[in-house]
């Protein structure tokens, strides 16, 4: 019996293992703390010859130069990305004796490297290269 459960164990993690490493998941977190946005973290996994990509979009030197047209562009395949696949809002507020003293915002779209998703990544490639 304690084989069977073994064998059943390893069969599920293999499984979960394996889907995680075929996922080809594009995902975005988007940081606000105090009202300011700290960080737009996005990921996209490896795809035709390329490595994968994890870049934060608000901080990246790579990111510097680009005009306001791109920005423009930027925010609105984000956008898009967000529209096709929801956004998973978490945040903490704490106030002491009526005072803010603590606000974070935390926003996460997942999605696959398709549609929405590969157009972002393909343009964000094409920035920082």
Known sequence: MKTLKFFLL???VSFSINQMANAQKV?????VNEFQTTSILLGCPSY????????DLATSDKLADINDEQVDRLEALISAFETEN???????TKIRDFVLEEDRIDATTRGPLSGAGKELCDYVKGLIE
């Open 48 to 55: 035709n010859g390329d490595a994968a990509l994890i870049i």
């Open 27 to 31: 995902r975005i977190t988007t940081t």
């Open 86 to 92: 929801g956004v998973h809002l978490r945040s903490k």
């Open 10 to 12: 390893t069969a599920i």
